[in-house]
């Protein structure tokens, strides 16, 4: 989020920050979480609630910079999705952990996501869509709808805290 300003709606954030078609695919994949009631949540980072926690965040970054992350990569191992474009992009954003990132941090795990076993997976976030295309959006979105299939273990931060 841009750090000068505080934002009441991600609306309000793109429409200052992002300009032609970055802003146009920002507002339409914001119109997507505001018709599926997964609003975010301006005053805890951008973080969609969903259920009870987190499913990633959305966030302006500053000027013609957006992006969307999920949280919880650590219970896709049960999917599969026969568009190898969409897996391709899921495995492209798996995050792999460098280190503790933070005291809350609950550590990589070792995962199967879509089919793939990926070795320490971050517990806590993925890398995230960067100035996302129509294309890649519709992959989000998808996404969005297989996180909602999951829960977040307790021990994870970002899903269980505005």
Not at 7 to 14: F, G, L, Q
Not at 108 to 121: Q, R, T
Request: glycine fraction near 6%; charge should be negative; hydrophobic fraction near 30%.
């Amino acid at each position: 989020m841009s750090k000068q300003k505080k934002y009441n709606k991600i609306e309000d954030a793109i429409s200052e920050n992002l300009d032609g078609e970055l802003q146009e695919n920002a507002l339409k994949f914001a119109a997507y979480l505001d018709e599926n009631q997964l609003i975010p949540n301006m005053s805890a980072g951008g973080k969609i609630p969903f259920n009870g926690y987190n499913l990633g965040w959305m966030r302006v970054e500053g000027k013609n910079e957006w992006l969307f992350e999920i949280f919880n990569f650590l219970d896709f191992g049960g999917f599969s999705d026969e568009d190898e474009e969409f897996t391709k992009a899921v495995h492209d954003h798996v995050g792999i952990c460098d280190a503790p990132c933070h005291d809350e941090c609950w550590r990589a795990k070792d995962v199967k996501i879509f089919g793939k076993e990926f070795k320490s997976v971050c517990s806590q976030h993925s890398r995230a869509f960067v100035n996302p295309d129509g294309k890649t959006i519709e992959h989000i979105k998808k996404l969005i709808e297989y996180s909602k299939k999951t829960t977040p273990y307790v021990q994870q931060y970002h899903p269980n805290h505005s």
